[in-house]
């Protein structure tokens, strides 16, 4: 018996650690409990030494020691000061607008606006709370299908999974080795496609259930002109100039991918600000104006936060900040955007730093967690007996990312993203290294398939913050006085059901076309190393005098 626990350790453990969290036991002291107990238990069978558990203040002084994961206070502060700020309640009220009586327009504008909150923000519970607080009624009290406008908030909220500055990217970063800057620049893209997709299931659901996804009314349509036209025409002319302004100040730039497209951005934002600016400027002295209103609202609603990106990500992308450094700007920038808009007070920025301090306690607590349980782990040879496990599934690299991904996908139901990234990338890490498997790209498909573990029905937490926000009975709505029925918990759920399977398809998008993630590499030469010819030229040297011969 004692030979065959001797030998079979680490499945134990793994096993073990297994049961205590389907138990129910907090992650954190189930694996520093399981860590220790197992220790002990190899220190009396002989398999350790007992001084074993003398390197474990090293390992949890490690943790405190890291200044990477100095990010993620930074952000998460950040997030939440913008949730407060009435940043989000500006962005969907004028995209909403601008998509007017588009079928499906406030779909559109809830996936627009939750891919700019994830990319400035970084935390879902604050952008799927945001929107479900002010999109949800709106939706509701135009006629949408409740499953359709559950799911859609709850999706577009979990977008600040994958989209810089994702938590779980600085974590995952962390666990492989990798640079949280190259995490970020690998997933740009793959967000983006990821909301794009969710934007084509809005479309497709808006052809063939019209009804389910109505556009707004006439009479609910805003800042128009006095002619009564809406100036779409005025926004799409600025849309067209700024891009061109961003283009033609980075012709001749050698960056490429994501750095491209954040730093053209850049340009045409300052490029699009100054001329609303001029705008207002003309109106308020002569009352004339070349801009209109709708333009000229959606600039000064939309530069606040893509300006946030570049300070966040342009900085990190260029390296310019490391991502503590960009975090720590982005908390500037978020108080700054707070205070001009007069939202901000000590009663926020309280609720924000208590808040921010719980989220990077449970992270840390965790952390030390997996500290305790991997020193053991490893101390008995788990991680090659995981390697071994992989690298022998057949298949090979294909075979290994659809086994991965199942499993991956099968714990999502249980496990959040901070456990999954604590626990598991630690071990699969090693395993898709040795199969000369890029860990970035490997980092970016597993952040994709947790996503889901926020969609999950039952235990998705996007669904849960949408249930504390979502009404629970009858109600009467403040604008058209109408009773309105409740939304289910049910309805919540099936509405979740379709966004999985899209965030399913993304992994196997990602798996098949790697150049989304790729591109962190920069852009690849085309010279042939065999084809390289180095000359040494030909020097005369002197000749050497030796001096007279010796006798």
Do not use: C
């Not at 809830?110 to 929107?131: H, W």
């Not at 967000?191 to 996804?213: D, Q």
């Not at 209109?292 to 570049?310: E, G, N, R």
Request: avoid cysteine; aromatic fraction near 12%.
């Amino acid at each position: 018996m004692t030979a065959f626990i001797i030998a079979n350790m680490a499945p134990i453990m793994f096993a073990s650690l297994v049961v205590m969290l389907l138990l129910g036991y907090p992650a954190a002291f189930s694996l520093g409990a399981v860590g220790l107990f197992y220790a002990v238990v190899g220190i009396e069978l002989g398999e350790f030494r007992p001084d074993f558990l003398q390197a474990l203040p090293e390992r949890v002084y490690g943790v405190m020691n890291n200044d990477t994961l100095l990010a993620i206070p930074f952000f998460t502060f950040m997030g939440l000061v913008l949730e407060r700020s009435g940043m989000a309640e500006d962005l969907l009220d004028t995209i909403g607008q601008l998509f007017g009586t588009i079928r499906g327009g406030l779909a559109y504008a809830v996936i627009f606006v939750g891919a700019l909150l994830a990319a400035t923000t970084g935390v879902v519970a604050a952008s799927v709370i945001s929107m479900g607080l002010i999109s949800l009624p709106i939706m509701l009290r135009y006629g949408y299908d409740r499953r359709v406008a559950a799911g859609v908030i709850a999706a577009s909220g979990t977008l600040a999974q994958i989209i810089p500055p994702s938590l779980v990217l600085i974590v995952m970063a962390d666990q492989l080795g990798k640079s949280v800057g190259d995490m970020y620049e690998g997933a740009f893209i793959p967000g983006l496609v990821l909301a794009g997709l969710y934007a084509a299931y809005a479309f497709l659901v808006s052809m063939i259930f019209p009804k389910a996804t109505p556009g707004l009314p006439k009479e609910a349509i805003g800042f128009r002109e006095e002619s009564g036209s809406r100036g779409l025409g005025s926004l799409g002319v600025l849309f067209l100039a700024s891009g061109v302004f961003g283009w033609f100040m980075m012709r001749d730039s050698s960056v490429h991918g994501a750095d491209y497209v954040v730093l053209s951005m850049f340009y045409g934002i300052i490029f699009a600000f100054v001329v609303a600016v001029v705008n207002w400027v003309i109106d308020k002295l002569a009352g004339f104006r070349f801009l209109s209103k709708m333009a000229q609202q959606t600039t000064f609603v939309m530069v606040p936060p893509l300006f946030l990106i570049f300070l966040v990500l342009g900085t990190i992308f260029i390296g310019i900040a490391t991502p503590t450094e960009g975090g720590a700007m982005g908390a500037a920038g978020a108080l700054i955007l707070g205070a001009a808009k007069r939202r901000l007070s000590w009663d926020l920025i309280r609720q924000a730093t208590e808040s921010t301090a719980k989220l990077s306690a449970f992270v840390v607590f965790i952390l030390v967690g997996a500290r305790v349980f991997s020193l053991t782990f490893y101390g008995v040879n788990g991680h090659v007996w995981v390697e071994h496990l992989l690298t022998s599934l057949p298949g090979g690299q294909v075979g290994f990312l659809i086994f991965v991904n199942a499993f991956v996908f099968v714990l999502a139901f249980f496990l959040d993203f901070f456990e999954l990234a604590f626990i598991v990338i630690p071990l699969l890490g090693p395993a898709a290294e040795h199969l000369g498997i890029d860990l970035i790209w490997f980092g970016v498909i597993l952040g994709v398939n947790m996503q889901t573990s926020f969609m999950h029905p039952p235990f998705g937490f996007a669904l849960f913050y949408l249930r504390s926000v979502a009404p629970k009975e009858r109600y009467t709505d403040r604008v058209t006085g109408k009773r309105m029925d409740p939304v289910t918990t049910g309805q919540i759920y099936w509405g979740a059901v379709p966004f999985v399977v899209i965030q399913i398809i993304m992994v196997g998008l990602v798996i098949a076309f790697p150049a989304m993630v790729m591109h962190y590499k920069g852009v690849q030469t085309n010279i042939d190393p065999n084809t390289i010819k180095i000359e040494v030229p030909q020097i005369e040297l002197p000749p050497l005098d030796l001096g007279p011969p010796q006798k």
